[in-house]
């Protein structure tokens, strides 16, 4: 299921971020404190909408945004998308 991201999401969604950019290509060393703090920066304004997909095991990948205001009308910022591998 897809739904909005809720501040409840934010340890479970860390942690989907930290596993996703430990794993190729990217194969970073992100911790899962550094990883929270990003995600509760990137979804701080009041602009920001977050969404998680989960299952019955949890939440298993992550999109942060913003919905900001463009020439034409509101355009959906992605900051970060990731799946657990």
Not at 34 to 54: A, C, D, N, W
Not at 56 to 75: D, F, N, Q, V
């Amino acid at each position: 299921m897809i739904r909005r991201y809720r501040a409840d999401d934010l340890n479970a969604a860390a942690a989907v971020f930290t596993a996703a950019f430990a794993a190729s290509p990217w194969n970073e060393e992100w911790s899962v404190e550094i990883s929270r703090t990003r995600i509760k920066e990137l979804m701080s304004s009041p602009q920001s909408i977050g969404y998680v997909y989960e299952d019955s095991s949890g939440i298993k990948a992550i999109l942060c945004g913003r919905r900001l205001t463009y020439l034409h009308g509101p355009e959906y910022v992605i900051d970060e998308f990731c799946v657990s591998p």
